[in-house]
């Protein structure tokens, strides 16, 4: 049984690992492709250039949120740690919601972008 708690930990470390290689290429790639667009063609490309980084760090917290799923499996249950990994589950579950709404202008459950009301009197 030890054995497999020290390949579910070693699943873990890789899986967290991805992530964080996930933002940071996500991250140099959208800001290459934001300084050459600015080269060439004079853009203001802000939204662009947010809207990539987003993707980014949002799949990169996906793939962490996973990696602390599975560390779970082998953490002893104190309640300490039960709720460190929870806060940091959730922390990371907002972020990833909060970017999804930035980037997409929708929550995760709703079939449609949300749209402003207009003003009634």
Do not use: C
């Not at 990994?85 to 929708?106: A, M, N, P």
């Amino acid at each position: 049984m030890d054995e497999i708690k020290l390949y579910i930990e070693y699943v873990a470390k890789g899986l967290e690992a991805v992530g964080v290689v996930i933002i940071a290429i996500g991250a140099l790639i959208a800001i290459s492709r934001f300084l050459v667009s600015q080269l060439k063609f004079k853009n203001h490309l802000y939204t662009r250039l947010r809207r990539e980084l987003g993707k980014a760090i949002l799949l990169g917290l996906e793939v962490l949120v996973a990696a602390d799923i599975i560390a779970t499996v082998v953490t002893e249950p104190t309640l300490k740690r039960v709720f460190t990994l929870g806060v940091i589950v959730l922390i990371r579950t907002f972020l990833s919601i909060s970017l999804q709404v930035e980037i997409e202008g929708k929550f995760p459950w709703q079939s449609k972008k949300i749209e402003a009301e207009p003003y009634s009197n």
